[in-house]
């Protein structure tokens, strides 16, 4: 799904509304989605405060308003009755409320919650461009001060759409954000998606031609393109036809780090594992994963890291940084420029040694905002830091998997994919060690680098989801996820 700029979705409406949509009739759909989803997700006997500005946000929640009543509930509307200055479309529902003796249309001033009513935010959509004003402020804390379920319209009050927003400001504080045929990119980071709750993205029937040759950097993972990736098995394969995935980690006391490394990449499909680790661990891994082969370097720590021919490589879950392992890897990565997936300890290394340039075309590498940081330096927001990756992904022609709340696929041609896969429950030690493995067996399979990166941050997080669901955020573990892959291969096949 493309990810559109606030003047793309304009340019979008306008394209619609010249293939012969009017434009009242364009906010008449996105007001019945809007409405129809409410219908289906709250009880009868709901009250509901609507807040209208006075564009056409305002004359959504208008439209809406009309439409609950219509479906027998307790409606009322609040505006800022000093201000009459209306869009046309807005003027003209608002008129169609007003001719409604059972919807009261009250000041802002006015509104006071005694029925617990839930609160509707329809006052700015995505074209906000400019800090709200002292007495909106105001408003929208209040709002966000009452413990009641609170929806916005497109967008949350305060938010822009594109970019970042002062530290220190107001915004509305939705539990469900109802937005129109597109993800904003503000949704997807964790400065101002914080603000949103849960997104749903209804399709109001916008310019298919439009969309689909309108130019974007930004993307949606969806599950329509995940089924555009996903290969099923061939019956007439072997082991061999499912690549050689190579796991190196693990040190004393961190073998659990490269266990799950190998136990993912075995579990997403890998034909042929082995596991380098040091002696150490050679029980440990050989009890536990006995389908995955054991090749030994050094007793404690990573010594040596040899190179074979056909195969794809995922190094440094639980690989430390002792002397001899930076030794090793460095070696290693000055002779060697194949596939390869670089996590952890890896990316410390070569950030501590200022070694990037060893980093190969068309790696992989997977660092949490910290990693990012000593490899690339400090950014000011999460906005900044995705704009650093797309420049650093082009200077070193590797993708980098950003990881956070909505981790980021960022590609050599500057193209970013988020995710929208996975939940906080996976914030725990050894959940990247996981993806590592993932996302090693995918390119072993054959799947292009770009498909791996995208179907393989997708797949963790499902898996995720889907371990969150049975055992609880806080209760599962990076192994529950392991386990789920299974029924996310189950569903998609």
Known sequence: MKILSSSQIKECDSATIEKGISSISLMENAAKKCANWIVDNFKSNQSFSIFCGNGNNGGDGFAIARMLYEKGFDVAVFIDENNSKFSEDAKINLNKIKAISGITIKDYSEFDNRDNSVIIDALFGYGLNRELSYDFKNLIEKLNQIPVPRISIDIPTGLFADKVIDEDSIVFKADFTLTFQFYKKSFLHPETGKFCGKIIVLNIDLDKDFIKEVGTDYFVTDEKLIKEIYKPRGDFSHKGTFGKSILVGGSYGKMGAILMSTLSALKTGSGLTFTIAPECGNFILQSQIPEAMFIGSGENYIDKIEIQEKAVYGIGPGLGKEKQTKKALLEFLESYNQYIVLDADALNILAENNKL????????????????????????????????????????????????????????????????????????????????????????????IEKSCIFGVWLHGKAGDLAAQKFSKEAMLPTDLINKIREVFKSLS
Not at 367 to 395: C, D, M, V, W, Y
Request: glycine residues 8%; positive net charge.
């Open 357 to 448: 340039n060893l980093i190969p075309k068309n790696a992989v590498i997977t660092p949490h905002p910290l990693e990012f940081e000593r490899l690339f330096g400090k950014t000011a927001n999460s906005f900044e830091r995705i704009e650093l990756a797309k420049q650093k992904a082009k200077e070193l022609q590797i993708f980098i998997i950003l990881k956070d709340h909505h981790t980021a696929v960022i590609t050599p041609e500057k193209k970013v994919f988020y995710n929208i896969t996975g939940n906080s429950g996976m914030a725990k030690g050894g959940s990247g060690d996981v993806l590592t493995g993932i996302l090693t067996s995918l390119i072993s399979q054959k799947y292009e």
